[in-house]
């Protein structure tokens, strides 16, 4: 009995730890391109079951270097800044759906590298969780070479159009085959109706001869 509560204790913490999970995000892609000299704009956004109260988070510049530092104290509350780089600016909001704290930076060749996302929030016994994207900084942006993607649209497109134009051909030759079959019944039944009217008249004929005189 004691061992089945115990049990019973051990599945309610782990359910309990899985409900208050937080989880930091920096999107679907986790290499951003940038063009050498402009503003980019690096993605983070954090979730937590059970809310949060008091909760830090900062972004590190290669894993070491701090570039920018927040605070929120709840989710009607906007974020404090602790500290950040001149050239470092909080985008998001945590006072609307999401909790975003993106941020955007003008960058040059040196900013290449990764940036880390790194979130700890008291309310869920100290729970803390990060995410990390990494920069490439360009001279120039490389146009996308579609024509393997082209190649395959006029594929796909040419076996659709060929399936198309069969059952089309088809349904033009079961049409035609049907009005061909109909027309040789009609022509079948108005010669056997000729027939047996002529056959008709010339067996009344014979009998309206007059029989030979003797």
């Known amino acids: 009995m004691a061992e089945a509560r115990w049990l019973a ?16 995000s920096v999107g679907k892609t986790p290499v951003v391109t940038a063009l050498n000299n402009t503003k980019v704009q690096l993605s ?21 270097e701090m570039i920018y530092r927040g605070k929120i104290k709840n989710k009607a509350s906007e974020p404090k800044i ?3 780089d001149p050239r470092v600016q909080l985008i998001g909001t945590t006072t609307g759906k999401e909790n975003n704290i993106s941020i955007s930076m003008f ?27 990494t920069l490439r900084v360009v001279p120039e942006m490389v146009p996308v070479d579609n024509t393997l993607t082209l190649i ?26 049907k009005r061909s079959q109909g027309k040789k019944k009609e022509c079948l039944v108005s010669s056997s109706g000729v027939d047996n009217t002529e056959n008709g008249l010339a067996g009344s004929r014979a009998d309206r001869k007059a029989p030979p005189k003797a």
């Open 82 to 84: 602790v500290y950040s």
């Open 107 to 133: 960058v040059d060749f040196s900013d290449a590298g990764k940036y880390t996302c790194h979130v700890r929030n008291p309310k869920e016994k100290g729970a803390e969780h990060n995410a990390t994207i």
């Open 152 to 177: 395959i649209l006029a594929v796909v497109g040419g076996v659709v159009g060929l399936l198309i134009l069969i059952l089309v051909i088809k349904k033009i030759v079961l049409l035609v085959l």
């Open 9 to 24: 204790a051990l599945l309610g913490l782990q359910l309990f730890s899985m409900a208050v999970t937080l989880e930091v």
């Open 44 to 64: 983070c956004i954090f979730t937590t079951c059970m809310g949060f109260e008091d909760l830090v988070f900062t972004w590190y510049y290669n894993s070491t």
